[in-house]
């Protein structure tokens, strides 16, 4: 059975800008996960919110989104 989102949790944003940024730059998952250092399936998950990532991930995904603060 797939994992799912738990209940009343709210869609990640960050998920949508990952994957918006990814098909901006016309790259597969495997690609865009690649130059991140981080495995296909956990940038899948990402984009999907089912994950939350690490601070220091996160600092690179938004670095990598263009919304490094």
Known sequence: ???RRRPGRPPDALGAR???RRQALG???LQAAEQLGLHQG???R???GQVTPSPAVRKRLDTWCGDAT
């Open 27 to 29: 790259l597969s998952q």
């Open 1 to 3: 059975e797939p994992r």
């Open 18 to 20: 990952l994957k918006r």
């Open 42 to 44: 956990h940038l899948s």
């Open 46 to 48: 990402l984009e999907r």
